[in-house]
């Protein structure tokens, strides 16, 4: 592992900690609500979020980088979600202190390296559990190290092709410069970072 992955794998494993907190304090009648994702309420984010998470912990755990699934549909989160959240927490840093940041990642028959996945998986988990928390009325407070990271990555990754109306991530919402940098991020990633469920 290299001391750039030491420290992405960090961060993650902090993030994740945190995901698991808030997705145990989702109350079963939140599920419905709305989410900043507007294509995704808390249920359908919570199955994405999971969903992946386990499919990117497998893949880097699998000796030739394999992910088990190409995408997630029909996956049903296990009656311990955040338990979940834990477990694959855990193999992915088994898996990435053995080394597999260094060898590409494979989804279906679409390879990425490892550690570009890692920084893409930072980033999404960054801005996925500020998605949930905010729904759901929690507190959601990463490490600054980690939204510092995502701000540094995100911009290569936001092309037109995957960012504004009707893409996977919708326009830049404007954001101070001198924000916090999460609030930079969720601007960066198609956030209002006042955005409210009420």
Not at 43 to 71: I, M, N, S
Not at 81 to 94: E, F, N, S, W, Y
Request: charged share 15%; net charge negative.
């Amino acid at each position: 592992m290299t001391p750039s992955t030491s420290k992405t794998t960090d961060l993650l494993l902090a993030v994740l900690s945190d995901l698991a907190r808030v997705i145990d304090g989702i109350a079963p009648a939140q599920l419905p609500s709305r989410t900043p994702c507007t294509q995704w309420d808390v249920e359908q984010l919570r199955a994405h979020v999971l969903g992946w998470l386990t499919t990117f912990a497998a893949g880097f755990a699998d000796p030739g980088g394999r992910a088990p699934a190409a995408d997630i549909d029909g996956y049903r989160p296990p009656p311990d979600p955040a338990g979940a959240v834990t477990q694959a927490a855990a193999l992915m840093a088994r898996a990435l202190g053995e080394g597999a940041a260094l060898r590409p990642l494979w989804l279906g028959e679409n390879a990425m390296p490892g550690e570009l996945a890692l920084g893409m998986i930072l980033w999404e988990y960054v801005v996925h559990g500020w998605d949930l928390a905010r729904a759901t009325g929690q507190l959601w407070a990463p490490p600054e190290a980690a939204s510092q990271e995502s701000l540094a990555f995100a911009p290569a990754m936001l092309t037109p092709d995957f960012q504004g109306d009707g893409r996977a991530f919708g326009p830049p919402v404007a954001v101070p410069s001198d924000a916090p940098p999460l609030e930079r991020l969720l601007g960066l990633s198609g956030r209002d970072p006042g955005w409210s469920a009420g």
